[in-house]
T-cell receptor
Framework: DTAVSQTPKYLVTQMGNDKSIKCEQN?????MYWYKQDSKKFLKIMFS???????INETVPNRFSPKSPDKAHLNLHINSLELGDSAVYFC???????????????FGPGTRLTVL | DAKTTQPNSMESNEEEPVHLPCNHS???????IHWYRQLPSQGPEYVIH???SNVNNRMASLAIAEDRKSSTLILHRATLRDAAVYYC????????????FGAGTRLTVKP
C-alpha cells in the first residue's frame, strides 16, 4: 500500500478553471503538508495541517485553499488557475507530535499541473 | 531559519563511495541536520538525520563536524539508483514542522 498517495498524477487544464488535487495518507500521521515545486525545481512549503487545523500558511494566493475533511486527507483546491500555477505539487505527512527536530516527512509521488 | 550551502552538482562512479558536503555555519544548538533526496520524477524521501553524533542507517551515514558547522552525507557504495538531488536541511527542535528546501546537490552516478 502506498503510504502517501495523490490524485491525479497529471492535470492539464485551461486558465481560469478550478481544480482540486487529493491527498491521502495511511500512516496514521497527525500532520499533512502541501509543497510546490516550480520549473526551477525549488520546493516550497505552502500549507501545513495538524489534526485538521491549519498550522502553516505561507504567502500563497488565496486562490489556493486546502481542505482537510479528516486527519488522513488534505486536499488542495485551486480557483481561477493561472499560467504561473503550473508546477508539481507534493503532498507530505509526518507524525508531528514527536520532537519536532526529529520529525520525518513522507512525500507523495506528486501531481504535475499544467495550465494552458 | 539557519541556512545551508551545498555544491550544485557532484559526480561519482558506480560502486564508489560518495561524500556530499553541507555547510551550515549559522546552525543553532537545537537544530537537527536532516538529509532528504529526490529521485527523478519522484517526491523527496528521507535519508538520515542527526544532532551531534555521527549516524548510520541502511541508506547512508552522516558525519557531523565537531563544531556542527558542517556535515557530510556518505553513500558507501553509489549505485545508479542513487542518482538524485540531495537536500541538507536544518530543523529546529521547536519549530512548527515546516521544512525549507534549498537547491540541493544533484548527484550523477556514472556506470
Amino acid at each position: 500500500d502506498t503510504a502517501v498517495s495523490q490524485t491525479p498524477k497529471y492535470l492539464v487544464t485551461q486558465m481560469g478553471n478550478d481544480k482540486s488535487i487529493k491527498c491521502e495518507q495511511n500512516l496514521g500521521h497527525d500532520t499533512m503538508y502541501w509543497y510546490k515545486q516550480d520549473s526551477k525545481k525549488f520546493l516550497k512549503i505552502m500549507f501545513s495541517y495538524n489534526n485538521k487545523e491549519l498550522i502553516i500558511n505561507e504567502t500563497v494566493p488565496n486562490r489556493f485553499s486546502p481542505k482537510s475533511p479528516d486527519k488522513a486527507h488534505l486536499n488542495l483546491h485551486i480557483n481561477s488557475l493561472e499560467l504561473g500555477d503550473s508546477a508539481v505539487y507534493f503532498c507530505a505527512s509526518s507524525q508531528g507530535s514527536t520532537g519536532r527536530g526529529t520529525d520525518t516527512q513522507y512525500f507523495g509521488p506528486g501531481t504535475r499541473l499544467t495550465v494552458l | 531559519d539557519a541556512k545551508t550551502t551545498q555544491p550544485n552538482s557532484m559526480e561519482s562512479n558506480e560502486e564508489e563511495p560518495v561524500h556530499l558536503p553541507c555547510n551550515h555555519s549559522t546552525i543553532s544548538g537545537t537544530d537537527y541536520i536532516h538529509w532528504y533526496r529526490q529521485l527523478p520524477s519522484q517526491g523527496p524521501e528521507y535519508v538520515i538525520h542527526g544532532l551531534t553524533s555521527n549516524v548510520n542507517n541502511r541508506m547512508a551515514s552522516l558525519a557531523i563536524a565537531e563544531d556542527r558547522k558542517s556535515s557530510t552525507l556518505i553513500l558507501h557504495r553509489a549505485t545508479l539508483r542513487d542518482a538524485a538531488v540531495y537536500y541538507c536541511i536544518l530543523r529546529g527542535a521547536y519549530n512548527n514542522n515546516d521544512m525549507r528546501f534549498g537547491a540541493g546537490t544533484r548527484l550523477t552516478v556514472k556506470p
